[in-house]
T-cell receptor, first 114, second 117 residues
Framework: AQTVTQSQPEMSVQEAETVTLSCTYD???????LFWYKQPPSRQMILVIR??????QNATENRFSVNFQKAAKSFSLKISDSQLGDAAMYFC???????????FGQGTELSVKP | ETGVTQSPTHLIKTRGQQVTLRCSSQ?????VSWYQQALGQGPQFIFQ???????GRGNFPPRFSGLQFPNYSSELNVNALELDDSALYLC????????????????FGEGSRLTVL
């Protein structure tokens, strides 16, 4: 069975600095999707960034980028120039291509200090 | 484009009661899935509906059931509520795999917060 592990329950970053959130996963599949979702206090899950396993190039979305290491089954999220609005719970998630189910990690609570 | 909407946003029930939660999928999405998120935890997959049929289920007992309607909206029903059912229930919609432009992304609603006393 696939599993997703986030080993950092809490992280803190100074405004304008860079922070990296860690995620590892376990799967025997070769093709899959990986996601980082953000959940602010408003509760709605918002997609931050996605990565398709067959793509070697790391995904980037503005200040957000990932370091995807397929062999190591690692998928970390880097947030550059952190902003107060980045404070939220961040969840790493895995999905097989033809399945609807997302498998989530336990989450990392990010706080941003002014 | 209308996003995923859920109702009610909050509700309180007592143990043994039944609850129905509702979800309207994002425009153009015919696949709906439900997740249970206990406090401080990641969401857990309950089940998915595609074309009004359940086509995937997580490790939840049969007292968790659902429906999908022809307009792709969905309901989650929970019978015989237990204290451990207290959680945030999230609905997500997506376009079906294989469709041009499929991104794998799920689009979530804001959830229904259920408290069981």
């Amino acid at each position: 069975a696939q599993t997703v592990t986030q080993s950092q329950p809490e992280m803190s970053v100074q405004e304008a600095e860079t922070v990296t959130l860690s995620c590892t996963y376990d799967t025997s599949e070769s093709d899959y999707y990986l996601f980082w979702y953000k959940q602010p206090p408003s509760r709605q899950m918002i997609l931050v960034i996605r990565q398709e396993a067959y793509k070697q190039q790391n995904a980037t979305e503005n200040r957000f980028s990932v370091n995807f290491q397929k062999a190591a089954k690692s998928f970390s999220l880097k947030i550059s120039d952190s902003q107060l609005g980045d404070a939220a719970m961040y969840f790493c998630a895995y999905r097989r291509p033809l399945e609807g189910k997302l498998i989530f990690g336990q989450g990392t609570e990010l706080s941003v200090k002014p | 484009e209308t996003g995923v909407t859920q109702s009610p946003t909050h509700l309180i029930k007592t143990r043994g009661q039944q609850v129905t939660l509702r979800c309207s999928s994002q425009s153009g999405h015919n696949t709906v899935s439900w997740y249970q998120q206990a406090l401080g935890q990641g969401p857990q997959f309950i089940f998915q509906y595609y074309r009004e049929e359940e086509n995937g289920r997580g490790n939840f007992p049969p007292r968790f059931s659902g429906l999908q309607f022809p307009n792709y909206s969905s309901e989650l029903n929970v019978n015989a509520l237990e204290l451990d059912d207290s959680a945030l229930y999230l609905c997500a919609s997506s376009s079906p795999p294989g469709l041009a432009g499929f991104s794998g992304e799920l689009f979530f609603g804001e959830g229904s917060r259920l408290t069981v006393l």
